[in-house]
C-alpha cells in the first residue's frame, strides 16, 4: 500500500466541497479513510462549461488498494438541450449525430447513475482540469452537491515522473502515453473508452514505478 501512495502523491490535487480545485497539491494524508479511485472521461461540445455540454460520460471504479482492481464500470451517451451552442469541431471528435444520440440519456438520469457509482471515490483522470470543471458545473446546475472525495488524482503528471527519462514517450497525450506502453486503446474519443485506456495506463505506471521508494521528485 505504500508503494501505491509514494506513486499516487505527485498527482494528487485538494478540492473544495463543491469540487473546485483549490489549486494546492494534495497528499496521501487526505486520502485516509478513502477505498476507491473513480477514473472518468468526458466528451464535450466545446470547451466552455458554461455553455457547453456534457455529451458521452464514462468511469471506472477501482480499488484504492496494491492492484487497483477495478469494481465497476459504466459509461452513457447524454442528450444535449442546447446542441446550436455547439463547436462543430468537437461534434466532430466526439462522432455526435442525432441519431446515433436519439437513445442518449437525459443529463439528470446520467448523473444520478454516475454519482452513485463514484460516491465517495477520488476522481481520476489524465490532465483532469477541463473535466473537473465540467463535473462542478453540471452538479452545480442540477443542484446536486458534490457526490466525490475532496481529493482528486491526475495521472498525467505521475506519467511524466515516471517516464520522462525513458526516451519512449516524447508527448504526454493519453493516446502517446497509451500506445507506448503497449495499452491497446477501446476507441477514440469515446467516455468510457479513454476511461479504460486511462484505468489501463494507471495500472501500468504502478507496475513499473520503482519498489521501496517514493516516486523521483520532479
Known amino acids: 500500500m505504500q508503494h501505491l501512495l509514494s506513486v499516487l502523491a505527485a498527482g494528487l490535487r485538494r478540492l473544495e466541497p463543491d469540487g473546485r480545485p483549490t489549486g494546492e497539491p494534495g497528499s496521501v494524508e487526505d486520502l485516509h479513510g478513502l477505498n476507491s479511485l473513480f477514473v472518468v472521461d468526458l466528451e464535450m461540445s466545446g470547451p466552455n462549461a458554461q455553455m457547453h455540454e456534457i455529451l458521452d460520460v464514462g ?26 451552442n455547439a463547436v462543430p469541431g468537437a461534434l466532430k471528435v466526439v462522432g455526435y449525430s442525432s441519431k446515433d444520440w436519439k437513445s442518449a440519456l437525459e443529463l439528470e438520469e446520467a448523473f444520478d447513475r454516475f454519482a452513485m457509482l463514484g460516491r465517495d471515490s477520488v476522481i481520476t483522470g489524465w490532465g483532469i482540469g477541463q473535466d473537473m470543471t465540467f463535473l462542478v458545473e453540471t452538479f452545480r446546475r442540477l443542484q446536486q452537491p ?9 495521472v498525467q503528471p505521475i506519467a511524466r515522473q515516471l517516464l520522462r527519462n525513458g ?4 508527448r504526454f497525450n493519453l493516446g502517446h502515453v497509451a ?3 503497449g495499452i491497446g486503446r477501446m476507441g477514440e474519443h469515446g467516455a468510457l473508452a479513454d ?16 519498489k521501496g521508494s517514493a516516486s523521483p521528485a520532479p
Open 146 to 154: 458534490w457526490p466525490f472525495a475532496t481529493v482528486a488524482l491526475d
Open 179 to 181: 500506445d507506448r506502453l
Open 195 to 210: 476511461a479504460y485506456a486511462t484505468y489501463d495506463v494507471l495500472v501500468k505506471l504502478l507496475e513499473l514505478a520503482p
Open 167 to 170: 526516451g519512449q514517450v516524447d
Open 59 to 84: 468511469g471506472v471504479r477501482a480499488q484504492l488498494a496494491r492492484g487497483v482492481a477495478e469494481e465497476e464500470a459504466w459509461g452513457a451517451r447524454v442528450k444535449p438541450r442546447h446542441i446550436g
